[in-house]
């Protein structure tokens, strides 16, 4: 006989035929559930991703935008919308300025008013000593100014065969006609190059490159030599200067012995010494000598006025003040120059002058 043993009788829905029983246990996490690997993100997880998704686009879009403006402006900085078409030229003087005028407004024509070459301009006139350089300013979207500015000519340097202009920096400007009324340099031989070499003339160009402008103007003839410099002006003056050091100086000193109206008919100046110059006037030894003789005589005074030509002036002082020849203590200086040798002075003179007067 067979015994069944039955289990208490379960009211509900029947069980599923086939279908496998559900473990009422549950499985444990594997070890790489338990570290978090192959979790279903967070919200804090999502929201890091989105953010670096969202600086990667951002990025993008700038170096993009960037490099479109780029080339964008590299097209339009060189584009006819910007073209150089109105051009002025300042600062030419001198038979060259014709041509460097054509050589840089060929040259801008080719450029825009944003993006000038400086370099290209300068290029265009190199051939041009006398332009020492130049500035340029744009005017927007068209137009474009030139200032030059110049090395202009101080001298003429005269040698074997040619005249040639020179700056004050010792530049030959070949190719320009020298303007009337330079002073001359003499050059025992011509430099084939673009600067003067001789050291005497480099010398005289530096002592009349320190002097005034309207002094300057006033030089017809400057030599140099070891120890002595002379200047000739064109009133037929000659400045000596003496060794060609302290030129600014004793330029100073010529200015101030010109602006007194006695100093006019003065053969020569001496300033040698800068702070006791001296100037030559004509016929002063002659009034000298009738001073002298008046007072052998016993008179206390001339006797008679000088009426000889060029008898009327004396030397100047320093401090623009006329010196007089009433005694032998005079100021007035022979009509000889320092250098002649010519050691007779109108009275005590001063020492080293050469016959030269001195305050």
């Known amino acids: 006989m067979i015994a069944l043993r039955l289990g208490p009788l379960r009211l509900?829905?029947?069980?599923?035929?086939?279908?496998?029983?559900?473990?009422?246990?549950?499985?444990?996490?594997?070890?790489?559930?338990?570290?978090?690997?192959?979790?279903?993100?967070?919200?804090?997880?999502?929201l890091g991703r989105l953010r670096r998704a969202r600086g990667a686009r951002i990025a993008a879009v700038v170096l993009t935008s960037a490099l479109s403006l780029a080339l964008g402006w590299l097209w339009l900085r060189d584009s006819f919308l910007v073209s150089v078409d109105d051009?002025?030229?300042?600062?030419?003087?001198?038979?060259?300025?014709?041509?460097?005028?054509?050589?840089?407004?060929?040259?801008?024509?080719?450029?825009?008013?944003?993006?000038?070459?400086?370099?290209?301009?300068l290029s265009a006139v190199s051939g041009f000593p006398i332009v020492r350089d130049v500035r340029l300013s744009t005017s927007f979207p068209h137009g474009l100014r030139i200032d030059v500015i110049e090395r202009p000519p101080i001298a003429v340097l005269s040698g074997p065969g040619a005249r040639l202009p020179v700056a004050a920096d010792g530049r030959v400007l070949r190719g320009l006609d020298p303007p009337a009324g330079l002073p001359t340099i003499t050059a025992r031989l011509l430099p084939a190059g673009t600067t003067v070499t001789d050291r005497r003339a480099r010398a005289a160009l530096a002592l009349l490159a320190a002097a005034p402008a309207a002094l300057r103007r006033a030089v017809t003839r400057v030599s140099v030599t070891p120890n002595r410099a002379v200047a000739v002006l064109r009133s037929r003056t000659t400045v000596y200067f003496g060794t060609p050091d302290r030129p600014h100086a004793k330029w100073a000193a010529v200015a101030r012995v010109m602006a007194d109206a006695t100093s006019t008919e003065a053969t020569y100046l001496d300033v040698r010494l800068?702070?006791?110059?001296?100037?030559?006037?004509?016929?002063?030894?002659?009034?000298?000598?009738?001073?002298?003789?008046?007072?052998?005589?016993?008179?206390?005074?001339?006797?008679?006025?000088?009426?000889?030509?060029?008898?009327?002036s004396a030397s100047t002082r320093a401090d623009g003040a006329s010196a007089t020849t009433a005694s032998g203590d005079?100021?007035?200086?022979?009509g000889a120059s320092p250098d002649?040798?010519?050691?007779?002075?109108?009275?005590?003179?001063?020492?080293?002058?050469?016959?030269?007067?001195?305050p």
């Open 274 to 312: 800068p702070e006791r110059p001296a100037a030559g006037v004509p016929g002063a030894q002659a009034l000298f000598e009738r001073a002298q003789a008046a007072l052998q005589a016993g008179d206390g005074g001339l006797s008679a006025p000088a009426t000889a030509a060029g008898d009327t």
């Open 87 to 121: 051009v002025s030229v300042r600062g030419l003087s001198g038979s060259q300025a014709p041509a460097i005028r054509d050589a840089l407004i060929g040259a801008a024509r080719g450029m825009t008013t944003l993006h000038v070459r400086r370099g290209a301009v």
């Open 330 to 334: 005079s100021g007035a200086t022979s």
């Open 340 to 358: 002649a040798g010519a050691g007779a002075s109108a009275g005590s003179g001063a020492p080293g002058t050469g016959g030269g007067s001195s």
């Open 12 to 46: 509900g829905a029947p069980p599923r035929l086939g279908a496998p029983r559900r473990s009422r246990a549950r499985a444990r996490p594997s070890g790489r559930l338990r570290a978090g690997v192959g979790r279903r993100p967070g919200p804090s997880t999502r």
